[in-house]
């Protein structure tokens, strides 16, 4: 076996009617699976102009090529399809245990097309597929649904669960897809479609086994990686009040350096990414106020309250994705915080933290955590959903939203009753809230009175807890990637880490510079984009962590990795154009679909239009729209449109790849 089965499960629920089909080895080595067997299904079946609410918009669920090969960091599905929020690609990423489990049902990916027409589930095991009625599951929440769900469906093992929670039932574009009582897959929309679709949940029981190639080499790549880990721990001397001072000393360095990637694995040891919650915010990595403060709003003496060392003091237990070695995330304890409702609650992510944090003011941690269960089991991208509610309190103080409007609330920085009250009015999508569980760019729409200077987003996605004024790659990725607003596919800090030029021929060694060079257009800044991005649609296609890409490829050594377990014997630049292929495909569907990449600009505010006047980043911009073409052109896409040109679809072979188009009638 090479990693992979060859195989993919095609369910219409309209009919429920379902197809296995088997795939070539050639897509497989040229695009990988994970999201490039999604990129290659979805362009050739969903037809142009696709209602991405509509049953011609079809969802998959993929699993990583080296998901169940034994090796190490490499549990990780996505959700693909066409984006409700966007009108493009449409892709979201999660851990939990949903990526093997996939595999173990005999296949690399599931696609669902057509609508149901009642609530279903879908049961996957070795024998096939079934659609079972969901109607007693509906109107669940996320958590409740999976919970009955295994109750009902363990036999020989333990099933993984995919539910949607009443976000997505009730279509809302900021909605995401569970697994594991609460890790999401929960940017571009996909829970909406999921909802649309009237598919409760996907249950999937095989017991088939997966196994690649060379399984001692992957054994043994494994172990490294491993050893590697377990020695690499923060000190115990070192608390969570120090992180403030260490961001502080990082963002008044004036020069760009590599930095070996075990270092951060350090602090997501001992906090995950809850670490970022004080330590970006003297950096300047995270936003405040709805990105319209700065660090100097929010003084230093209200770090204490956002410590992770308070998020850890709560943790009963630590959390493992699949086959993970690090152990960023954990399940912690909320019985004591007056609500009633919830024992426990996955630890709060720093998207999570920050954003119902910095970016509203709020200082409560209590609150925090509490809302981070309220979205969970709702099924809201707690990004997305943040910055509608941040937006609102801005819309509210401005007088273009009045108390009427708010059904009474007075909305404020920092109110954290009132920003969970609205949170249940986005849930129920009632008054205000059902406004505002489509995103802040329909709600700008509907709202109008020039509420749109406060709705920050990307092409109609809400920006993450990154701000690319101190990382103008970042910037540009937010711009210019196919799912716009997307801070985990590149930039100068994961570049920095990533130490590709040691193994890609065609990189330019990385060199010690001044920061202020990355803030000029050049070849050199669009070149290390791409290289990153095409890393990343590497680790994508091979279902492998974030985090493990974050370590660099002399710790995570991926392309050794993918020869192991398919015995090929590709080399790292063969593997790099497998990157470039998946990008230029991602972006060829939003093309297709009538996604037009010259119309999606980065929010005045994210970019520094006007400049902060205080704070870390004051006086900083970002000059995007003239970095764009020469993104544009180092793709091989044309440096005015975006459009991928013939001679590098040629070059690339997904002339030949595409050539079928299979457009389901």
């Known amino acids: 076996m090479k990693g992979y089965t060859g195989k993919i499960l095609l369910v219409d629920l309209g009919t429920g009617e379902s197809e296995v089909q088997a795939v070539d080895d050639a897509v497989y080595e040229n695009l990988l699976s994970g999201v490039g067997l999604g990129a290659w299904y979805l362009y050739r079946n969903i037809p142009a102009g696709a209602d991405p609410l509509g049953p011609d918009n079809i969802l998959g669920f993929t699993s990583g090529l080296l998901t169940g090969t034994g090796s190490v960091m490499t549990g990780r599905w996505m959700a693909v399809c066409k984006s409700p929020l966007t009108g493009g690609w449409g892709d979201s990423n999660c851990g939990g245990s949903l990526a093997p489990a996939i595999k173990h049902c005999g296949f690399d990916a599931i696609f669902f097309r057509g609508i149901s027409p009642r609530p279903v589930y879908a049961y996957v095991d070795n024998k096939g597929v079934q659609l079972r009625d969901a109607s007693a599951c509906w109107g669940l929440d996320a958590v409740e649904s999976e919970e009955r769900l295994v109750a009902e469906c363990w036999a020989a093992k333990k099933p993984a669960v995919a539910a949607i929670g009443p976000a997505a039932e009730r279509l809302s574009l900021i909605s995401g897809i569970s697994n594991d009582l609460g890790r999401y897959a929960a940017r571009s929309g996909v829970g909406a479609v999921m909802g649309s679709k009237r598919l409760k949940a996907l249950v999937l029981a095989g017991t088939k086994a997966i196994r690649g190639e060379d399984p001692e080499a992957v054994k043994n790549l494994s172990k490294a990686y491993s050893r590697t880990m ?77 410590n992770p060392d308070r998020v850890l003091a709560r943790e009963s237990r630590k959390y493992h994705c699949y086959s993970c070695v690090l152990g960023c995330g954990g399940v912690c304890d909320i019985k004591d915080l007056g609500k009633g409702e919830y024992a426990h609650t996955h630890k709060p992510e720093y998207e999570t933290i920050m954003a119902f944090g910095g970016l509203m003011m709020n200082k409560n941690l209590d609150s925090i955590f509490y809302i981070n269960e309220l979205m969970n089991r709702a099924g809201f991208d707690t990004i997305s959903a943040a910055g509608a509610v941040a937006f609102a309190i801005e819309c509210y103080e401005n007088g273009i939203l009045s108390k009427e409007d708010t059904g009474g609330l007075e909305l404020r920085w920092g109110d954290s009753e009132a920003i969970i009250a609205l949170l249940r009015m986005m849930i129920a999508r009632e008054g205000l809230g059902d406004l505002l569980a489509d995103g802040v760019k329909r709600a700008a729409e509907r709202i109008g009175k020039g509420s749109e200077r406060y709705a920050v987003h990307v092409g109609g996605q809400e920006l993450p807890m990154h701000d690319p004024k101190i990382d103008p790659m970042l910037g540009v990725t937010y711009a210019a990637d196919p799912t716009p607003g997307r801070h985990t596919t590149s930039g100068g800090l994961y570049y920095s880490t990533s130490f590709l030029w040691t193994r890609v021929s065609w990189l330019p060694r990385f060199k010690i510079h001044p920061k202020a060079e990355d803030y000029e257009p050049s070849e050199r800044g669009a070149l290390e984009n791409v290289a990153m991005t095409s890393f990343k649609m590497l680790i994508d296609g091979a279902g492998a962590c974030y985090y493990a890409m974050l370590t660099g490829v002399p710790h995570f050594r991926i392309f050794e990795y993918l020869n192991a377990a398919t015995g090929w014997t590709k080399s790292p630049d063969e593997y790099m154009e497998i990157g470039k292929r998946i990008q230029t495909l991602r972006q060829l569907f939003g093309i297709k679909q009538g996604y037009d990449p010259r119309k999606v600009r980065i929010h005045d505010r994210a970019a520094g239009r006007p400049p902060l006047k205080d704070g870390h980043n004051k006086g900083l911009f970002l000059r995007t729209e003239e970095m764009i073409p020469y993104y544009w052109k180092a793709w091989g896409w044309d440096e005015a449109s975006g459009i991928p040109t013939e001679a590098t679809l040629r070059g690339l072979g997904l002339d030949e790849l595409l050539a079928e188009e299979a457009v389901h009638a």
């Open 230 to 306: 377990r020695l690499v721990n923060m000190p115990a001397f070192l608390k969570g009040a120090v992180l403030p001072l260490m961001g502080a000393a990082l963002g008044a360095v004036k020069v760009a350096y590599s930095l070996d990637g075990m270092v951060s694995a350090m602090m997501f040891k001992r906090w995950g990414t809850a670490m970022n919650s004080t330590y970006g915010m003297t950096n300047g990595d995270a936003p405040l106020k709805n990105w319209g403060g700065s660090n100097a709003d929010y003084s230093f003496k209200y770090y204490h309250h956002l």
